[in-house]
Each structure stands twice: as structure tokens, then as C-alpha cells.
């Protein structure tokens, strides 16, 4: 068979190491949009990453094929176990180093599988969730072996994926979810913009979630908890950004409320930085989450926020400092924690600031891409030296390359650890079961 990328070749430099990230389809997303920074922060003079999608490539996916390759389209069905030999043969005859399946579900069977067949030597799986609907499940639990790394995206989320998905501790390795703090960053211009965009005066209050419309985010939460402070509160308004399943159920709950024209569905949007930067809170309803990236760009933007505390999120939102946690399915909390922060504008403003110290010094996205690339080099060379061969040396830099990733491999493994210790926050590229325990940062002024 010939397997050709979803986007045009590129011709790989001389001691590159091919990343494959194996992932079902490529829709705006939390885990999407992180890989899609992932990639586009790598060190491309060290590493050539490509996408493989099980399906459709999806609306980043095509954005993404223009700049690397994006295989998609692979599974053929729900029960096409020819991909099996399908994706071992593209890892085999592109000289793949590198797999690592992002989520549960089929893309992590059939890319690890596939990956030890065409004898790829890193095997990873970063996962992005804690449960329904996209636990780790039996089949996949029955070829741990194969893995030489599982990946959380906070300390409570490895701790989820060993004590409940039966992981093993030593593993299991955090590097968290970061988020670039020079584009999410605080902007009055933008509350100026968002509120003329909307059409809405410019003294209304306005509350967002950006998330997924899908069954686990629970927008019916958001919604009966806006209704409630529009009771106290007739000028807020409420933007939800995202599209999904949901969508059509959302419509109908709201169409025929006298206050339907205070509810802004706005789809999926290329400028979230715009409107959260134009926020006064931020909210999240979900039954389930990890880390989700959407609560780390609207802390980076100064905005609190008021969320449920599943997860990890407890680690972000710091109740009282960075936000307001609330118990899921409790419209009634998240109701009050809304009020809260809207009346209280000292308030909101001493969490906005407080959030972004805490993303600022805690969830970069240069600290996640230098744990990705630290990770799969460190087992990269492992393996090397287990079969007597040299270990893996990072090529020259260019000079523009040198002020991103300035250090040596070895200099960025110290650096790394030592900041997160002096921080309290987990170590990236460390197994859980070497990870200090979890502090929230306690200085948290700006």
C-alpha cells in the first residue's frame, strides 16, 4: 500500500529525530490546541514531528498540514484491524524514533501496537483526561508493557492515572500543560472590543466558558447558574465559545428565556485571547476535566475564575487567590461564586493578578515543550545505550534557535528539576514516584 501524508513531504535533515504524535482527528479542542503549540515550538533543528490522524484530519489538522506532515484518514473503520500493519508500515518506512499517542481510547492500542511492531524505540501515550468518557480501559491496560512513558498533564492527574487507572508509578511522568503567556495576557482594549462586538453597553459585565459542547463540559450548569445571577445581576452577559454535540440542546433550553439575548453562542474562535483578555470572570462547569488549558489561558489574561473542582483544576484555581471552586452538578455554587466575584470588583481584580503569577511561573508552554523534548530524548538515549550504541547528540543551533533553547540537554534537565522544586510545583520529565509532593506556590502577588 502507499501511504502518503495528508500534507506535501518534507525532507528530513541528517539526525533529526522523527516524532509521530497519533491522535483520532484534529477539531478545536484543549488537547488539540496543546498539541498544535507542542508542535510548533519544538526544536525543529532537533526534531521533525508529524501527525498521524485516525480519522479526519479536522479543522487544525488542515491548519497543521501546512507546515508538517498530517497523515490522515488511517482507520478505514470502527473494526479495521488492517491499520495495524497500516501504521506500522508509514512508522517503519519513515524511520519514525519517536510515538506517542495523545488520549485513550483506539489511537493508543493501535499506535503503540503498531509502534513495537515497526520497532520504534520511544513509546509514549499523553493523556488528557480522568475518566468518563475517555478512561484508559482494559485493552489498553494490557499493553503497558509496550509503553515506556505515560504522561499527565498535572500532579493530581498522574496520581489519577496511577491509583485509578492502574498505571505504574514509575511510568507515569507530568509535564504540565502550558500556555504562552505573551499571547494570553491582560488588554483593556479588548474589553472595550468584545463588549462592541457583542453589541452590549460597554458598562455590562460579561461572563465566558470556552469549552467543547459536549455532554461532560455540562453548559446546563452554566446556563441555570447565569439565569440565577441575572436574576441579581439584569446587565451581565454570558459568552460560551465552542461547538459540539450539545449545541442544538443548549439552543433549546435558552430559546424561549426573556433573557435569551443575553446568552452569546459564538462558536469555535481563532481569537480567544481577544475575548478572554475582555472577560470579568471566567467559568467552568465540566464533570470531568485534567488540566484544562481554556482555565490556564484565562488566568494568564488576569480574568478569575470560578470553576468546579474535578481534576487537577484545584491545582490552578487556588480557592480564594485565583478563583472560586465549586462541586460539580451544584448550579446553585457556581451560582454564588458568580455573584461573588462580580460583586466584588477588588476582589476579582487581587485573583486576576494572582492567576497569572501562578501560570506565568508554573505553566509556560516553553517549560511543556522543553519536558516533551527532554522526555523523549533522555528515553531515546536510554535505549541506545541498552543496545551499546551512542547516545543521541542535539545538533548545532542556529543563532535564532539559540535564544528558545540556549542550554545543553544536560543543563536543561537541572534546570528544570531545580525550578520546580524551588516552586513547589511537580517536576516535568520525572516518574511520579520520584515527584516531591504537591504545594500550591503560596507567594502569589504580582
Known amino acids: 500500500m502507499n501511504f502518503k501524508p495528508h500534507s506535501h513531504s518534507f525532507r528530513q535533515a541528517a539526525r533529526k529525530l522523527n516524532v509521530k504524535f497519533v491522535i483520532t482527528s484534529m477539531p478545536v479542542g484543549g488537547a488539540e490546541t496543546l498539541l498544535v503549540n507542542l508542535i510548533r515550538h519544538m526544536d525543529k533543528s532537533a526534531f521533525s514531528p508529524e501527525v498521524v490522524c485516525l480519522k479526519e484530519p479536522g479543522e487544525l489538522g488542515n491548519e497543521l498540514a501546512a507546515e508538517i506532515p498530517v497523515y490522515a484518514n488511517m482507520l478505514l473503520s470502527k473494526w479495521d484491524v488492517s491499520i495495524l500493519p497500516r501504521l506500522a508500515y508509514l512508522f517503519h518506512r519513515s524511520r519514525t524514533d519517536a510515538v506517542i499517542t495523545v488520549g485513550a481510547g483506539d489511537k493508543m492500542f493501535w499506535g503503540r501496537l503498531a509502534a513495537k511492531l515497526a520497532g520504534v524505540p520511544v513509546i509514549c501515550s499523553a493523556l488528557h483526561s480522568t475518566g468518563w468518557p475517555d478512561g484508559v480501559g482494559r485493552l489498553n491496560r494490557l499493553i503497558t508493557p509496550l509503553t515506556d512513558g505515560f504522561i499527565a498533564v ?49 458598562d455590562s459585565q460579561v461572563v465566558g466558558i470556552v469549552a467543547a459542547l459536549r455532554p461532560e463540559k455540562n453548559h446546563g450548569q452554566f446556563i441555570k447558574a447565569a439565569r440565577e445571577v441575572l436574576r441579581h445581576h439584569p446587565n451581565t452577559h454570558f459568552v460560551i465559545v465552542g461547538e459540539g454535540p450539545e449545541r442544538a440542546t443548549i439552543e433549546e433550553s435558552l430559546s424561549e428565556y426573556r433573557y435569551r439575548a443575553h446568552f452569546h453562542l459564538l462558536g469555535n474562535r481563532s481569537d480567544t485571547e481577544r475575548i478572554l483578555a475582555g472577560l470579568d470572570l471566567f467559568c467552568l462547569t465540566s464533570r470531568n476535566e485534567a488540566n484544562p488549558v481554556s482555565i ?20 490552578t484555581v487556588i480557592d480564594g487567590k485565583t478563583g472560586i471552586l465549586t462541586q460539580p452538578l451544584k448550579w446553585e455554587e457556581t451560582a454564588a461564586a458568580m455573584l461573588g466575584v462580580l460583586h466584588d470588583t477588588r476582589l476579582a481584580a487581587r485573583m486576576g493578578r494572582a492567576g497569572r503569577v501562578l501560570v506565568r511561573d508554573n505553566w509556560s508552554l516553553q517549560a511543556m515543550v522543553q519536558g516533551y523534548e527532554m522526555l523523549i530524548e533522555s528515553i531515546f538515549n536510554d535505549k541506545a545505550q541498552l543496545k551499546g550504541r551512542n547516545a543521541w547528540q542535539r545538533p548545532a543551533r542556529s543563532v535564532s534557535d539559540a535564544s528558545v533553547h540556549s542550554a545543553s ?38
Open 154 to 202: 498535572a500532579q493530581k492527574h498522574a496520581e489519577h492515572l496511577v491509583h485509578y487507572e492502574g498505571l505504574p508509578a514509575e511510568r507515569v511522568y507530568t509535564i504540565p500543560n502550558g500556555v504562552d503567556i505573551n499571547r494570553f495576557r491582560p488588554n483593556h482594549v479588548e474589553r472595550v472590543w468584545l463588549r462592541a462586538e457583542l453589541g452590549i453597553a460597554e
Open 296 to 315: 490556564l489561558e484565562a488566568l494568564a489574561c488576569c480574568v478569575p475564575v470560578a470553576s468546579t473542582n474535578v481534576g487537577s483544576i484545584s491545582e
Open 409 to 446: 540537554v544536560n543543563d536543561r534537565v537541572v534546570q528544570g528539576v531545580s525550578k520546580q522544586a524551588d516552586t513547589g510545583g511537580t517536576r516535568f520529565g520525572l516518574p511520579l514516584s520520584e515527584s516531591a509532593d504537591y504545594h500550591a506556590p503560596q507567594a502569589l502577588t504580582s
